[in-house]
């Protein structure tokens, strides 16, 4: 009778084994999250920033009739503002851009009726870029209008006015977060030559043409 109860126990125990292994819990598969790829920087929209720079140059007194006439260098330092607007689409980058800045470009010569002398008080340009944007790099050319206060005067005479010119460049700007950028830029400029004054003789043209490096901090808004 013994024998009998412990074959049977046996038996159940065995028969339950499966049924106990079907009734277990089982543990999911881990599942890895799909890795995000990070989002490029987007230079589209408006922006504010300030620059400073240098300039250097070669003004020019024309005076046909008399002595005043001359070649001489025109340097000095610039500081100003700049706006301006990007739109993206892919890597290409296009926009128009303003600034405005202080200017103390200035030079002075020497030529048979006397002194001579040009300075800069301002410029401001508006301009449109056009570049190829590498994520948070933007290589970009520009051109466009360029304006300034011209001031010029030889032999003791001399007057102001306002010239307009052309200026063209290239530049690079680099991200430094998601709102503020930096940027080295190149532009020459060209204001023209015209009758800037009258001495005894008539007047007298002058021009200045200037090779311009600055930097500058932009807020992407």
Do not use: C
Not at 121 to 126: A, C, E, K, P
Not at 198 to 211: F, I, K, Q, R, W
């Amino acid at each position: 009778m013994r024998r009998i109860l412990f074959a049977g126990a046996a038996v159940y125990a065995l028969g339950g084994v499966p049924a106990f292994a079907a009734d277990a819990p089982m543990r999911s598969p881990i599942v890895k999250a799909p890795e995000t790829a990070t989002a490029l920087f987007d230079w589209s929209g408006f922006y504010l920033g300030a620059v400073a720079g240098y300039g250097w140059g070669d003004a020019r007194h024309s005076d046909p009739v008399g002595g005043a006439n001359g070649r001489f260098d025109a340097n000095g330092w610039l500081l100003g503002g700049t706006a301006g607007y990007n739109w993206q689409s892919g890597r290409m980058v296009v926009g128009v851009e303003g600034d405005l800045s202080w200017s103390g470009i200035d030079g002075a010569g020497s030529s048979a009726a006397g002194p001579l002398s040009t300075n800069l008080n301002w410029l401001g340009t508006g301009r449109v870029r056009a570049g190829y944007a590498a994520d948070a790099y933007l290589f970009y050319v520009t051109g466009g209008a360029a304006i300034g206060r011209f001031e010029a005067a030889g032999g003791g005479f001399g007057a102001s006015d306002t010239r307009l010119g052309w200026t063209v460049g290239a530049g690079f700007e680099a991200k430094i977060d998601q709102n503020w950028t930096a940027k080295l830029e190149y532009l020459y400029v060209d204001l023209g030559e015209k009758d800037a004054y009258s001495n005894a003789t008539g007047p007298v043209a002058a021009s200045l043409t200037s090779h311009i490096v600055r930097v500058g901090l932009n807020y992407r808004f």
